[in-house]
């Protein structure tokens, strides 16, 4: 399977409209990317799509960073 | 053919209002799904928009999952849904003081539930295309009340104040939601009330006469369009001039 870090980067690029580079690990979807409340819901909507899971709305709310959404994904991936 | 290309999902298109739209955007080229409680009314649908290319398919709007289901289906037999018509509606009318709980909820949940579920089904699509358009029928009722109408005006003003919200969270996605607020129009709903009502109804009318279901399928083809890019939560009224709001 290929490295959840990079897939996670992948979607954040494409959703928020960024140039993948620009992506780092800590980088925060508001203040570093760009991102308004509607793209935050559009890119936990494209987590769960291509992650094939559900993550709930209290859970949802506190990825606010790339290291943020790869650490939900990686815990939750492996149960 | 402003809207070639354009899937477009019209609830309630089995006949009146419904199904002027329906024609009327199927004419204009957009793949048109017209809805219908029933597979007679489907049916039918099918036969009038075949000569467009449109079909007519079952939706029970309170039926729990109906909604979502309808909508995944048109997404992978025709495309993402992006133009919503929510046009669908009873009435169950009464005086207050009699009117039943059952006639309040039923009316809130086909009329204004309904379009909370639609809307929110079809948004995805529409986010990811950065391109859509949501029209609701409302009512002149809703902006003037009537009586005997409590639950039917409450859910039509529900509907407007629904649009401006949702107008406001998704324009910056090229989404526009707007209302259609239909005065008396010449349906089989307006042609079952006694004839001394119709005459005294239409001496409110500016324009003096009913209006034709397609009046409020040319506003909503208009809303639809490119040329309404710019027009979003608005409420457009089109009733001979009953009420000037």
């Known amino acids: ?79 | 053919m402003s809207l070639q290309g354009k899937v477009a999902l019209v609830t309630g298109a089995s006949r009146g209002i419904g199904a002027a739209i329906a024609d009327t955007l199927a004419a204009a080229g957009a793949k048109v799904i017209g809805t219908a409680t029933s597979d007679s009314g489907a049916a039918a649908i099918g036969e009038r928009l075949a000569q467009w290319g449109g079909i007519g398919m079952v939706l029970n709007v309170g039926e729990d999952g109906a909604i979502d289901a309808l909508i995944d289906t048109i997404a992978k037999e025709h495309g993402d849904v992006a133009i919503l018509v929510n046009n669908a509606g009873i009435t169950r009318d009464g005086l207050l003081m009699r009117m039943k709980d059952e006639d309040w909820d039923a009316i809130m949940d086909t009329n204004l539930k309904s379009v909370f579920k639609t809307s929110k089904a079809v948004m995805r699509g529409m986010m990811k295309a950065r391109w859509g358009r949501i029209i609701n029928i409302a009512s002149v009722v809703g902006a003037m009340g009537n009586a005997g109408q409590a639950n039917y005006a409450a859910a039509k003003a529900g509907i407007m104040g629904f649009t401006k919200s949702m107008a406001r969270e998704v324009g910056s996605r090229g989404i526009t939601v707007n209302c259609v607020a239909p005065g008396f129009i010449d349906t089989d709903m307006t042609r079952a009330l006694p004839e001394a009502q119709r005459e005294a109804l239409v001496q409110q009318i500016a324009l003096g006469r009913l209006g034709a279901a397609q009046d409020i399928a040319d506003a909503v083809d208009f809303l639809a369009s490119d040329r309404a890019a710019y027009v979003t939560g608005q409420t457009l009224h089109v009733n001979g001039g009953m009420l000037m709001p």
Not at chain 1, 60 to 67: L, N
């Open chain 1, 1 to 79: 399977m290929e490295n959840i870090e990079a897939r996670v980067k992948k979607i954040v690029a494409e959703q928020l409209g960024v140039n993948e580079a620009e992506v780092k690990i800590d980088s925060s979807f508001v203040d570093d990317l760009g991102a308004d409340s509607l793209d935050t819901v559009e890119l936990v909507m494209a987590l769960e799509e291509e992650f094939e899971c559900e993550i709930p709305d209290e859970e949802a709310e506190k990825i606010t960073t790339v290291q943020q959404a790869v650490d939900y994904v990686t815990a939750h991936l492996n149960k």
